[in-house]
């Protein structure tokens, strides 16, 4: 199924993706219509996604509908659009292919030279990382990022030149099926698990991933997960870690920037100013150095490119101040993810730290819920609402006081709240932030939306 050819894809001229408002499929929509494809979109509501392929020259409905694909080539649905959908089953009953987005990704990559990035988390910052770096030395490269970029443009450009940086995602189980025989994992925790895909599966897609990465394979030796599931393949290690080929020696930080040293294998070290808060940027960083060098660009020149790094949206993003309280959020939603926030914000000059954290999918939290019992310690006042689902079903029992429940019970004396809506979440804000405060949105969902409204309402 991963071995789609160019010539496939290149006899192919009209292309219709369903789900197109995902930032994964977005990002793919860009790519087609720079390689010159004829592209339109669906999803089931509008939103500044479907407002920036517009702007992008492409055609997008809100609503699905069979009518959309009746001339179309090619069908290619998101992981959470259903088989069933109308345009999808409209596609298959008249002979239309109909394509994953992993089948779709293999087939663009298979004009270039491709180069994925994976891993439960930080695979978005160090894909946007990466295609930065090689950028800024030079090379005409594609890329595809997982997230809108500080500029608020989608994360994708078809270029002229070799290689083409992809950000892997492995929340639908075909990551590895696109075949990069040129790759870098971050991370591998529990994640997007199920009745149907457990942490063996897991660890079992990111052994075949890393199997296949027969050219360049670069792995953080800080992560154990990564670390299993690339063992036995040919690898360059980066981190903290004694073993690490490329070695991360912190410095300190400046604010919201971290600087280190990275000692390269060839015994040259060089400084590195990360303009990101927190270690785990710092690893991004030397993660996208590592796999930088391994495809041929000078230490020296990759840590210039790395301090003009602008960032990711919701990675630690600064999103305003009012009443002197500065907002930032972030796309934070597994344990590790969270506690990594909180420790950056920790290490800030604000009076207190205020955070609210949206749980995403009842899969997700059915799984972790108890895992998030300790990551809240360092915030001074936290607020917990209930489930983002994004396309999944309700699972009886399954909400967020349960994660409510987890942190209370570990730290009975904190000041930590429950609010199943936004709205209420809203007003909570207004009545508890204080002038030095940091408000801090945590997850993947609509949780985004909270720093306007509350910001709005402080200034008013």
């Known amino acids: 199924m991963s071995e789609r050819s160019a010539v496939g894809l290149e006899g192919l ?3 219709h993706l369903v789900g197109v408002g995902g930032a994964g499929m977005s990002a ?5 219509q720079q390689m010159g494809k004829l592209v339109s ?5 509008d939103s500044p996604i479907l407002e920036r392929l517009r702007a992008e020259g492409i055609e997008v409905f809100v609503g699905h509908d069979s009518a959309h694909v009746a001339a179309v080539d090619l069908v290619a ?4 659009v259903s088989k069933e959908n109308p345009e999808v089953r409209a596609a298959r009953d008249g002979g239309t292919p109909v394509w994953c987005r992993a089948e779709l990704l293999a087939a663009i990559g298979a004009f270039r030279s491709m180069v994925a990035i994976a891993g439960t988390h930080g695979k978005t910052t160090t894909t946007a990382m990466l295609a930065h770096i090689l950028a800024a030395t030079g090379v005409d490269l594609s890329y595809l990022v997982g997230a809108a970029l500080a500029d608020g443009s989608i994360g994708a450009r078809w270029g002229g030149g070799e290689w083409f940086v992809v950000e892997a995602d492995e929340s639908d189980g075909t990551f590895w099926q696109i075949g990069a025989k040129r790759a870098l994992v971050t991370s591998v925790e529990a994640d997007h698990l199920s009745t149907d895909r457990s942490s063996e599966m ?11 990465a027969t050219e360049a394979l670069v792995v953080c030796a800080d992560d154990p997960g990564a670390l299993a599931a690339s063992q036995g393949c040919k690898r360059v290690l980066y981190g903290t870690a004694p073993a690490a080929d490329y070695r991360w020696l912190p410095l300190g930080t400046q604010g919201l920037t971290t600087v280190g040293l990275v000692q390269h294998p060839c ?11 927190g270690h785990h940027n710092a690893l991004n960083a030397v993660g996208a150095l590592a796999m930088a060098c391994t495809l041929g660009a000078e230490p020296t020149s990759v840590a210039a490119a790395m301090e003009t790094f602008a960032g990711v949206a919701r990675r630690f993003e600064k999103r305003g101040v009012a009443a002197r309280v500065e907002f930032i959020d972030d796309y934070a939603h597994l344990p590790t993810e969270v506690s990594c926030a909180l420790s950056t914000a920790h290490r800030g000059n604000w009076q207190r730290v205020v955070c609210v954290f949206q749980p995403h999918r009842y899969t997700r939290t059915a799984h972790l819920w108890q895992d998030f019992a300790s990551c809240f310690n360092l915030a001074d006042v936290v607020i917990l609402t209930d489930i983002y689902a994004a396309f999944e079903a309700e699972i009886a029992g399954v909400s967020g006081e349960l994660i409510w429940q987890a942190v209370t019970d570990h730290n009975p004396a904190g000041d930590i709240t429950y609010l ?7 007003e909570r804000l207004v009545e508890v932030l204080r002038p030095g405060d940091l408000c801090l949105t945590l997850g993947a969902g609509d949780i985004t939306e909270v720093p306007d409204q509350v910001m709005s309402l402080l200034e008013s």
Do not use: I, Y
């Open 267 to 277: 015994g040259e070290t060089v400084e590195m100013v990360v303009p990101m808060a």
């Open 77 to 80: 649905r998101s992981t959470a």
């Open 202 to 212: 897991l660890q079992a897609e990111f052994k075949q991933f890393c199997s296949q």
């Open 28 to 32: 793919l929509a860009v790519l087609l």
């Open 420 to 426: 199943a809506s936004l709205s209420d979440v809203v």
């Open 41 to 45: 979109g669906s999803d089931v509501a």
């Open 13 to 15: 001229l009209q292309v």
